[in-house]
T-cell receptor
Framework: DTGVSQDPRHKITKRGQNVTFRCDPI?????LYWYRQTLGQGPEFLTY????????KSRLLSDRFSAERPKGSFSTLEIQRTEQGDSAMYLC????????????FGPGTRLTVL | KQEVTQIPAALSVPEGENLVLNCSFT??????LQWFRQDPGKGLTSLLL?????REQTSGRLNASLDKSSGRSTLYIAASQPGDSATYLC????????????FGGGTRLMVKP
């Protein structure tokens, strides 16, 4: 069990550029979540996958955001035409889907949009 | 809509003190509640998870209680240490709804040597 990993850890981009983040969950975890956290706030839910199916999306996930989990393993989160308001920490979590279902979080990707 | 509030937003205590962090939520129809720790610029570390049918959970110097009917949870930290300095977040899981978490804003704890 190597934990949840995220890549890159930091990303600086100019407004209007597209960015893509990757999350590798704990192996055999069938649930994967994306959250966004701005400075001084708690994380906010963005979207959730069970295996490869995207089952729920927050209204925070505008049409500039898209997430995929093509083979039910790793996931990508893409932001198109980035805006300064997208600057935040993007956190990925995974869980096993059993009754206790503790979510395990990765280290996050910090995005700065200039 | 579920709202989660944590009080106080920040807390500074001398080493060795016992302390209580508070979390309240508006909708009692929760599946479980988790307490997390977050160090500056880092991800979240799960501390304790309490199922809706449970009243409390303990791990080492940490004890979390849950009163679902009143929409409250507390995290008790015994004999605080400087290494406990971090932000503590509580999060509730809506009942049987995909396990997405609704977080409070956190309590930023500083334990002074």
């Amino acid at each position: 069990d190597t934990g949840v990993s995220q890549d890159p850890r930091h990303k600086i981009t100019k407004r209007g550029q597209n960015v893509t983040f990757r999350c590798d969950p704990i192996s055999e975890h069938n649930r994967l979540y994306w959250y966004r956290q701005t400075l001084g706030q708690g994380p906010e839910f963005l979207t959730y996958f069970q295996n490869e199916a995207q089952l729920e999306k927050s209204r925070l996930l505008s049409d500039r955001f898209s997430a995929e989990r093509p083979k039910g393993s790793f996931s990508t989160l893409e932001i198109q035409r980035t805006e300064q308001g997208d600057s935040a920490m993007y956190l990925c979590a995974s869980s096993s889907g059993i009754t206790t279902d503790t979510q395990y979080f990765g280290p996050g990707t910090r995005l700065t949009v200039l | 809509k579920q709202e989660v509030t944590q009080i106080p937003a920040a807390l500074s205590v001398p080493e060795g003190e016992n302390l209580v962090l508070n979390c309240s939520f508006t909708d009692s129809a929760i599946y479980n509640l988790q307490w997390f720790r977050q160090d500056p610029g880092k991800g979240l570390t799960s501390l304790l998870l309490i199922q809706s049918s449970q009243r409390e959970q303990t791990s080492g110097r940490l004890n979390a209680s849950l009163d679902k009917s009143s929409g409250r949870s507390t995290l008790y930290i015994a004999a605080s240490q400087p290494g406990d300095s971090a932000t503590y977040l509580c999060a509730v899981n809506r009942y049987n709804a995909g396990n997405m978490l609704t977080f409070g804003g956190g309590t930023r704890l500083m334990v002074k040597p």
